[in-house]
Nanobody, 127 residues
Framework: QVQVAESGGGSVQPGGSLRLSCAAS????????MGWYRQAPGKQREVVAT???????RYGGFVKGRFTISSDCAKNSVYLQMNNLEPEDTAVYYC?????????????????????WGQGTQVTVSS
């Protein structure tokens, strides 16, 4: 089992900044992707940013250069620097970890992917 723990949420005024951190621990095989999703009240969960083990990065369309995702593979950690925050960014932010577990058959090797989520950290942007 893999445990995922986030930190760094809080309350800021519009235009402020926050840095979220997330660390995965436990029975990790090989992390394929880490990232951040968010869910505002009454809305569906949406992707904020993801980063793969190959350093491929994807951002949600609303980010518009305001957020930066980074990771530290040695620490199984991912970070999200959020600048110029807007009230619309208010949501619970969830850390996401995709663990790749190899398996082998008579026909060769492949991988199974397991998703893990953190408990979420609240980000509130308000004046």
């Amino acid at each position: 089992q893999v445990q995922v723990a986030e930190s760094g949420g809080g309350s800021v005024q519009p235009g402020g900044s926050l840095r979220l951190s997330c660390a995965a621990s436990g029975s990790i095989s090989s992390i394929a992707t880490m990232g951040w999703y968010r869910q505002a009240p009454g809305k569906q969960r949406e992707v904020v940013a993801t980063i793969t083990s190959g350093r491929n990065i994807r951002y949600g369309g609303f980010v518009k250069g305001r957020f930066t995702i980074s990771s530290d593979c040695a620490k199984n950690s991912v970070y999200l620097q959020m600048n110029n925050l807007e009230p619309e960014d208010t949501a619970v932010y969830y850390c996401y970890v995709e663990d790749s577990v190899p398996y082998y058959t008579d026909y060769g090797g492949s991988s199974r992917y397991h998703d893990y989520w953190g408990q979420g950290t609240q980000v509130t942007v308000s004046s």
